[in-house]
T-cell receptor, first 110, second 113 residues
Framework: DAKTTQPNSMESNEEEPVHLPCNHSTISGTDYIHWYRQLPSQGPEYVIHGLTSNVNNRMASLAIAEDRKSSTLILHRATLRDAAVYYCILRDGNTGKLIFGQGTTLQVKP | DTEVTQTPKHLVMGMTNKKSLKCEQHMGHRAMYWYKQKAKKPPELMFVYSYEKLSINESVPSRFSPECPNSSLLNLHLHALQPEDSALYLC????????????FGSGTRLTVV
């Protein structure tokens, strides 16, 4: 299972942009890059995913490096409700398995 | 309906009991999953069902027995569990096993006494 590396924790100020980095140097050509977040006492929530091109949706943007060995999740204006554990995951292109790593705990300060 | 519903939300069971966890989705997803999450740890994949057939078992002990009666329902039957099996059990679904994001339920908090 391909592995990802994320910082253990990050802090942000409310209403400022947040850039959450993820390294995945062993990514294979068929692996999709997925991001999920988990708020306290809830199940994980899908945020965004992509393969090669940058992606935008109502929640966030995903910037993927040209060599695909790293990616960045961008929250454009952090709110207190964005405080969560953010998981960057490589979804195995052959099996579809989603294997979680340790994630980044994001704190948002008012 | 864009939700995965898990019941019960909380369950306390003795080591000799038999119980079942239930998961339901009506999004037309054809892949469903069970994950286990211990406190302060990431979710761990247990089982994958694709088109109602078990496709992946991540070496889970036989005291956990999954069942997929139809495309909307997923059960996890529990028997002779140990206290270390206490955890949050999460169900998820996706369009297929290879496509789409996962939608997770809120989980069942299981305590084995």
């Amino acid at each position: 299972d391909a592995k990802t590396t994320q910082p253990n924790s990050m802090e942000s100020n409310e209403e400022e942009p947040v850039h959450l980095p993820c390294n995945h140097s062993t990514i294979s050509g068929t692996d999709y890059i997925h991001w999920y977040r988990q708020l306290p006492s809830q199940g994980p929530e899908y945020v965004i995913h992509g393969l090669t091109s940058n992606v935008n949706n109502r929640m966030a943007s995903l910037a993927i490096a040209e060599d695909r060995k790293s990616s960045t999740l961008i929250l454009h204006r952090a709110t207190l409700r964005d405080a969560a554990v953010y998981y960057c995951i490589l979804r195995d292109g052959n099996t579809g398995k989603l294997i979680f790593g340790q994630g980044t705990t994001l704190q948002v300060k008012p | 309906d864009t939700e995965v519903t898990q019941t019960p939300k909380h369950l306390v069971m003795g080591m000799t009991n038999k119980k079942s966890l239930k998961c339901e989705q009506h999004m037309g997803h054809r892949a469903m999953y069970w994950y286990k999450q211990k406190a302060k740890k990431p979710p761990e994949l247990m089982f994958v069902y694709s088109y109602e057939k078990l496709s992946i078992n991540e070496s889970v002990p036989s005291r956990f027995s999954p069942e997929c009666p139809n495309s909307s329902l997923l059960n996890l039957h529990l028997h002779a569990l140990q206290p270390e099996d206490s955890a949050l059990y999460l169900c998820a679904s996706s369009r297929t096993a290879l496509a789409g994001g996962y939608t997770f339920g809120s989980g069942t908090r299981l305590t084995v006494v």
